[in-house]
């Protein structure tokens, strides 16, 4: 199965000026996790995607893709 991006964290840090390391200092989180999740490698929790929102000064909705996600595609890539 094709590994689809599920979350929009690099989109919006980019489209913010902000970098991983900022977002990774602001959360109190190692910048290889801040990175994985951009990457779409693994995936924030939602309490973690909630203050990823504030601290970025949007929505919820805009940090995740909710089209054509499938449960299988989520499977176990949650840190």
């Given at each position: 199965?094709?590994?689809?991006?599920?979350?929009?964290i690099?989109?919006?840090l980019?489209?913010?000026?902000?970098?991983?390391?900022?977002?990774?200092?602001?959360?109190?989180?190692?910048?290889?996790?801040?990175?994985?999740?951009?990457?779409?490698?693994?995936?924030?929790?939602?309490?973690s995607?909630?203050?990823?929102?504030?601290?970025?000064?949007?929505?919820?909705?805009?940090?995740?893709?909710?089209?054509?996600?499938q449960?299988?595609?989520?499977?176990?890539?949650?840190e």
């Amino acid at each position: 199965m094709a590994n689809k991006d599920i979350n929009r964290i690099k989109v919006v840090l980019v489209d913010k000026k902000k970098t991983n390391k900022w977002l990774a200092e602001q959360l109190g989180k190692d910048q290889t996790t801040v990175s994985k999740w951009c990457t779409n490698t693994s995936q924030p929790d939602l309490e973690s995607l909630m203050k990823i929102a504030k601290l970025l000064g949007v929505e919820l909705s805009e940090l995740v893709r909710f089209e054509q996600i499938q449960a299988g595609e989520i499977e176990n890539n949650i840190e």
